[in-house]
């Protein structure tokens, strides 16, 4: 089994930036489709940013390129979503999910909650304008 745990959560201005990390244990994580999805009450969980933790190209959400990034610590097992110009519409609970098979990059729906096994129990960012 998967276990993953997020932290780095928190309040900011708009504007204002936070990484979120998320510490993977219990499988090899390099070998590891995972994701940043991000909820806010009373709509579908929604797909931020991806990436195979054993290397190769990430992809984001239209509403985050060029503000988010994804990258990881291979020493440390641990997968980070750093977050800059931060806007009040990012603000919802964030969530880290893992596809040990891959099917998020092969199937190319990364952005599709389904297809992910494991999820963290999520980690709030309220940002204020």
């Known amino acids: 089994q998967v276990q993953l745990q997020e932290s780095g959560g928190g309040s900011v201005q708009a504007g204002g930036s936070l990484t979120l990390s998320c510490v993977v244990s219990?499988?090899?994580?390099?070998?590891?489709?995972m994701a940043w999805f991000r909820q806010v009450p009373g709509k579908d969980r929604e797909g931020v940013a991806h990436?195979?933790?054993?290397?190769?190209?990430?992809f984001y959400a239209t509403s985050v390129e060029g503000r988010f990034t994804i990258s990881q610590d291979t020493g440390k097992n641990t997968l980070y979503l750093r977050m800059n110009s931060l806007k009040p519409e990012d603000t919802a609970m964030y969530y880290c999910?893992?596809?040990?098979?891959?099917?998020?990059?092969?199937?190319?729906?990364?952005?599709?909650?389904?297809?992910?096994?494991?999820w963290g129990q999520g980690t709030q960012v309220t940002v204020s304008s």
């Open positions: 219990g499988y090899t994580y390099s070998r590891l489709c």
């Open positions: 999910a893992a596809d040990r098979a891959c099917r998020s990059l092969y199937e190319r729906t990364w952005y599709t909650s389904s297809v992910y096994e494991f």
């Open positions: 990436t195979y933790t054993g290397g190769g190209n990430t």
